[in-house]
Each structure stands twice: as C-alpha cells, then as structure tokens.
Nanobody, 121 residues
Framework: QVQLVESGGGLVQAGGSLRLSCAAS????????MGWYRQAPGNKRELVAT???????NYADSMKGRFTISRENAKHTVYLQMNSLKPEDTAVYYC???????????????WGQGTQVTVSS
C-alpha cells in the first residue's frame, strides 16, 4: 500500500508564509510527477503546481512568483513553499504523486488526505 501524508497547514495572516510537506511511503519503486492541488468550499479542486522527477515545474498563473514547489527524491517528499499568502488562498491543499509500486508495474496516481490552509485578512 502507498500512502501520501501532508503536513504544514494552519492559520496564517495575510502576507505570511507556510511550507507544506507531503511524504510518500509504502511499496514504492519509483515516483514520477508530484503535485499540489487545492479546493476551497464550493469550488472545484484546482491545480497549484506540479514537478517532474527531473525537477521541471509548472504553476497555476495565480501562484506564479508566490509559491515554489520542490522535491527530495531520496525522501519521496514534495514541498510547497507559499509566500505572500492571501485570504483567497484559503483552501484544503492536497498532494498527489504518480507512483510505480514495483518494477514493471503500472503507474497509479495517489492522493493525500489534505491539509487545511487558512489565511486571515
């Protein structure tokens, strides 16, 4: 079984920063792309940022320049550094990862349980 566990969410004032972490554990042969998504109440889940195994990154336009995604392959961990936070960044943040559990196996996408980020004005 593969698990993704997020941490680092919380309450922060507008203009502040938070760093989210997401660690994958379990039966893991290789991890491809990893990413962060978010979902605010009443809204659809939306892309925040993704990062390939080689380190190439992609960001939603509204996060460019404020958020930075990174990963530590040896630790099976992806991070999201969030700066200059705004009240509209308030949401549950989810990480995901494309994981091959064993050599020659299929790649499957796994999701974490989510971590709440609340930005007060």
């Amino acid at each position: 079984q593969v698990q993704l566990v997020e941490s680092g969410g919380g309450l922060v004032q507008a203009g502040g920063s938070l760093r989210l972490s997401c660690a994958a554990s379990g039966s893991i042969f290789s991890i491809g792309a990893m990413g962060w998504y978010r979902q605010a109440p009443g809204n659809k889940r939306e892309l925040v940022a993704t990062i390939t195994s080689g380190g190439s990154t992609n960001y939603a336009d509204s996060m460019k320049g404020r958020f930075t995604i990174s990963r530590e392959n040896a630790k099976h961990t992806v991070y999201l550094q969030m700066n200059s936070l705004k009240p509209e960044d308030t949401a549950v943040y989810y990480c995901n990862a494309v994981i091959m559990a064993y050599s020659g196996g299929y790649r499957s996408t796994y999701w974490g349980q989510g971590t709440q980020v609340t930005v007060s004005s």
